[in-house]
């Protein structure tokens, strides 16, 4: 999976942003969006085979990137502290995280240093 970041300028360019993708045909596995000081950040995890399309789309349509990388999207039990077991799991086998947010479905994003490494350590 593929973690699509862009920078937005408002809630309405939000909204503009998630329209694209769906005009295109992309189904997004995972997104979440926050404030900045001016603007917002949006992520937006896609497949690998959708990655390129929606990263053209969206870049056609004057979106500002931001970072892209590979991603885990694993399932997980929703119980209280799981996230943190999640991470502390992840930190302790020696990959750096970079990103971590829930998404639909019971599952985590995950992006760190090594995939590998956090794959096996959530397993």
């Known amino acids: 999976m593929q973690d699509l970041t862009f920078v937005v300028g408002e809630d309405?360019?939000?909204?503009?942003?998630?329209?694209?993708?769906?005009?295109?045909?992309?189904?997004?596995?995972?997104?979440?969006?926050?404030?900045?000081?001016?603007g917002r950040i949006v992520h937006?995890?896609?497949?690998?085979?959708?990655?390129?399309?929606a990263y053209d789309a969206l870049r056609a349509e004057n979106f500002i990137p931001l970072d892209r990388r590979e991603v885990l999207?694993?399932?997980?039990?929703?119980?209280?502290?799981?996230?943190g077991r999640i991470a502390r799991r992840i930190s302790d086998a020696g990959a750096k995280l970079y990103i971590l947010y829930l998404a639909s479905d019971n599952r985590v994003v995950?992006?760190?240093?090594d995939l590998d490494t956090a794959a096996a350590a959530i397993r």
């Open 12 to 38: 309405r360019a939000v909204a503009e942003l998630w329209e694209t993708l769906g005009s295109v045909g992309i189904t997004m596995q995972a997104s979440c969006m926050f404030p900045r000081l001016e």
């Open 44 to 53: 937006v995890v896609v497949t690998d085979e959708d990655a390129e399309r």
């Open 73 to 83: 999207v694993a399932d997980f039990v929703v119980r209280p502290g799981e996230i």
């Open 110 to 113: 995950i992006g760190a240093s």
